[in-house]
């Protein structure tokens, strides 16, 4: 019983991690209906900003959300000025392509940066746990849960209270009827596409303790992020936030009952079926 | 005619290079373009024709490989019959997997098809009594060709591999001419443009695009027990990795999807700038790739041939 909430636990606060990839991820599909290929990367890049912050200024990689927060979003609304926006109106398959490209221009000029190690970023307090009636849980984990949670809570904040959020909402409602009413549609992409990035390196750096950071690590992040936002319904922030939990229980679910080898192959046989038993996901509507 | 006549030339030249190239590294350039053009023309068979973006075509390339390496290891089983059980394999796993992600269109089917791949990929990974797992399979010894009592090749130069790639290469080209002019290429072009218009005319979708993609299976089974006898070794990251269905996608990508010579410009390119910078920036040639793929999509959504074909028109109109 102890090892069951213990696993399940631990998946709740991996899977906040994803949920905040995630919501990035359904964020830009929301507004721009471009399916960003490149947000593990973004999350890459997250995690070396992270790391370097560390190394040379010494900054704790949970306060360094500070700093990867605002970096993304200025690479996330240049990437959407510069090269998203130029595709809005092409077929999805070219948006997609795209995407990968910069994915694979992301990754592999950080492979020629800081070369293809493994590096560790390690702190006073990366491996010590906290322990709630015989459960023990990792310190960093925890952290990085509850700050996740802090930036879930502030975005749904900014969505639901302010203006340019209600805009940023009507603008992936319908698009032309936004643009009727005043909103312009162009900026609200970049503002997405900025957000949906500085979400992403938010995870890095709260990931960034806990992970190994090396160019590639990107890949399995947006696999697992596409994983999520189908879950829980593409465009739905909600949704993502709730595939984001239950996929990191799932994971680590089956990494305690059949195999930590298995669990990704849990996690992508769960996605095959979401798609196609219910492919618009628990809280989307149907856009198939 | 018009089309045939140099194509046959540029295959009696090609078929001649070994007569007078001796270096190796020259002949192993021409075998990755080889294997770079079959990749590039079997993807085209679903990507392009059909239309349906699959990034996970590593998992028939895999099958291929891996099969053929089993059946070699395990049962002793010659690679020139194992090569065919290993298709066999891949156009069965094929055409389960498209009974089911062929329900999904658009960006849903490109998803799925990724996550085929990685699953099979985690499985190859996962059992090791077959695959052994992540240390991966070193190729036995191969028997030597004989035909008849004579022996033709025992593998040891690249020679034998030059000409099998060729006729691989060719085979695909081929492939790609007879879909292109049958009726299922119809089909599929039709399914391509508008599948709801296809389907109410009467042509089936699922059946079209599930005969392409057993086709396309095949082929790249094909190149991938090729290549993975040619390079001696396999790992599941190297041969049902993502980066082989990118590679694959972007060959015709770049060279003009839907066209049977798109994926022919497509390996060139590639195979070039890839040579051309393993001296300089050894592992970046990806980063080229990247950039290449952004520019084509911004700049030359039809591709080289797209983009050369319109300026000829262009200049033809101008005069």
Known sequence: MAVLLQSVLSGVLIGGVYALIGVGLTLIFGVMRVINFAQGELVMVGMYCTFWVFVLLGVDPFLSVVVTMPALFLLGALLQRTLINRVLDALPQNQILLTIGIGLVLSNLAMLAFTSDYRILSTSYSSSSVGLGGIRLSTPLLYCFLITAAITAALYWFLVKTDVGHAIRATAQDRDAAQLMGVNVRHMGVLAFGLGAALAGAAGALVAPTYYIYPQVGSAFTLKAFVVVVLGGMGSIIGATLGGVLIGVAESLSGTYIGSGWKDLCVYAIFLLVLLLKPSGLLGKSRM | ?319
């Not at chain 2, 389960?96 to 190859?124: C, D, H, K, M, N």
């Not at chain 2, 292109?180 to 443009?193: D, F, H, N, T, W």
């Not at chain 2, 389907?199 to 979708?205: A, D, N, Q, T, V």
């Not at chain 2, 049902?240 to 497509?266: K, N």
């Open chain 2, 1 to 319: 005619m018009k089309t045939l006549i140099p194509l046959a030339m540029a295959v009696v030249v090609l078929a001649l290079i070994p007569l007078w190239v001796e270096s190796p590294y020259a002949l192993h350039i021409f075998i990755l373009l080889f294997i770079g053009i079959a990749l590039g023309e079997s993807w085209n068979v679903v990507g392009g024709f059909a239309g349906q973006y699959s990034v996970g075509h590593s998992a028939w390339y895999g099958i291929g490989a891996y099969g053929a390496f089993i059946l070699l290891q395990k049962i002793n089983l010659a690679p020139w019959f194992g090569v065919w059980v290993a298709v066999a394999l891949s156009v069965l796993a094929a055409l389960a997997v498209g009974f089911i992600t062929f329900r999904l269109r658009g960006p849903y089917f490109v998803l799925a098809s990724i996550a085929v791949a990685e699953i099979i990929r985690l499985l190859a990974l996962n059992t090791k009594d077959l695959t052994n797992g992540a240390e991966g399979i070193l190729s036995p010894d191969l028997p030597p060709l004989k035909l008849g009592g004579a022996v033709i090749t025992d593998w040891n130069s690249k020679i034998p591999y030059f000409y099998m790639g060729l006729a691989m290469a060719l085979f695909c080209i081929a492939v790609n001419f007879a879909v292109k002019r049958s009726k299922l290429g119809y089909y599929l072009q039709a399914i391509r443009e508008d599948q709801d218009a296809a389907h109410s005319l009467g042509i089936p979708p699922t059946l079209s695009k599930n005969a392409a993609l057993a086709i396309s299976a095949a082929c790249t089974a094909l190149v991938g027990s090729f290549a993975a006898f040619y390079v001696g070794f396999i790992e599941p990251q190297q041969v049902f990795g993502i980066d082989v269905s990118i590679q694959m996608v972007l060959t015709a990508i770049i060279g003009g999807i839907g066209t049977v010579a798109g994926p022919v410009l497509g390996a060139v390119v590639l195979v070039l700038i890839s040579e051309g910078l393993r001296t300089t920036i050894a592992q970046a040639h990806l980063l080229v790739y990247g950039i290449l793929v952004i520019v084509v999509i911004l700049v030359m959504p039809d591709g080289f041939l797209g983009f050369i074909s319109q300026r000829l028109r262009r200049k033809a109109a101008v005069e």
